[in-house]
């Protein structure tokens, strides 16, 4: 993560994904390296920062069976730092509120118990 955010030449590294959605909720939440499983899917690790009027989830080492249908903040990963990039956000269909932290049914999640904390406006 160093070389993208010093480097303005480096790439984002490929390990890395950033995704992001319309959030049209009060609370904020922020979780820090929790991970989450859907179904038989392997699980998936990241951060999370959510307050209106935008989620945002960095999630590292992505398993390439896990394709989620969120927004990716970069799809083009060799943009430098600071080139700007057209972003298209659905104000009409996004998760619900508790996603990605409180999964279906088939799902789970794990939290680091230092690392979550809960708002409201």
Known sequence: MADYFFDETSPLPDELE???WFYPFNDIRIARAFGSKFGAAEPIVGDLLKFFPFAFWVTWNQPKDINLILGKLLPTR??????PSQLTINFDS???????????????????SKMFAVGTK
């Open 18 to 20: 950033i995704y992001y």
């Open 78 to 83: 060799d943009l430098s730092i600071d080139e």
């Open 94 to 112: 996004y998760p619900p509120i508790y996603f990605p932290e409180a999964p279906q049914e088939n799902g789970m999640t794990v939290f680091n």
